[in-house]
């Protein structure tokens, strides 16, 4: 990955969003997508063995282009655009889940499974993510951060919440305003 450190903790939809900040693209190459998933952890299907390929990197930038538009309408109670709605709904049909039934000795239990290639299988998984996000009535919630350079989305847990991270452009903000309010002493 690159020296890029990715915002993580938000909903997935937002997370894929925030891939591609002010600082580049996070998942411009495989490679940067195979550590982006590592962060995710069991938030995504595991990866396949074997490295991921470009087709698996434009199948993931697709959705991420189609989820960026939509959260950005939606969040403001516009209607988003066909195409990316159209493109959302594309990628789920590419890799439609089916729940899979089985017996663990105790009780039933129901795995979603998908078919195709991994690339299909994660943007299926990423769209149908997005889709529950853009239809939860927490997507009005969705701030830009306040930091004049950054180009992060978050989800408040707080209604004070200003920045996409405290640590990133919270501390750079206060840090910004401490050096304003003593250059002249």
């Not at 900040?21 to 550590?35: K, N």
């Amino acid at each position: 990955m690159s020296d890029l450190v990715p915002l993580t903790g938000e909903p997935l939809a937002l997370d894929l969003v925030n891939t591609r900040s002010a600082a580049g693209d996070l998942i411009s190459a495989p490679d940067g997508l195979a550590g982006w998933l590592a962060l995710q952890g069991d938030r995504v299907p595991p990866p396949e063995p074997g490295p991921l390929t470009e087709g698996d990197l434009a199948a993931v930038h697709a959705v991420r282009g189609h989820v960026a538009v939509a959260v950005d309408r939606a969040r403001r109670g516009e209607r988003p655009p066909d195409e990316a709605l159209d493109g959302l709904n594309d990628a789920q049909w590419r890799a439609p889940g089916i729940k899979r039934l089985a017996w663990d000795g105790t009780a039933v239990t129901a795995t979603v499974r998908r078919g195709g290639g991994y690339g299909a299988r994660l943007a299926a998984h990423l769209a149908e993510d997005a889709a529950a996000f853009l239809a939860d009535p927490a997507i009005g919630e969705v701030r830009d951060c306040a930091a004049d350079d950054c180009t992060m989305l978050f989800l408040p847990a707080h209604p004070r919440r200003r920045w996409c991270s405290a640590a990133r452009c919270g501390n750079r903000a206060r840090v910004a305003r401490y050096y304003a309010r003593h250059k002249d002493r």
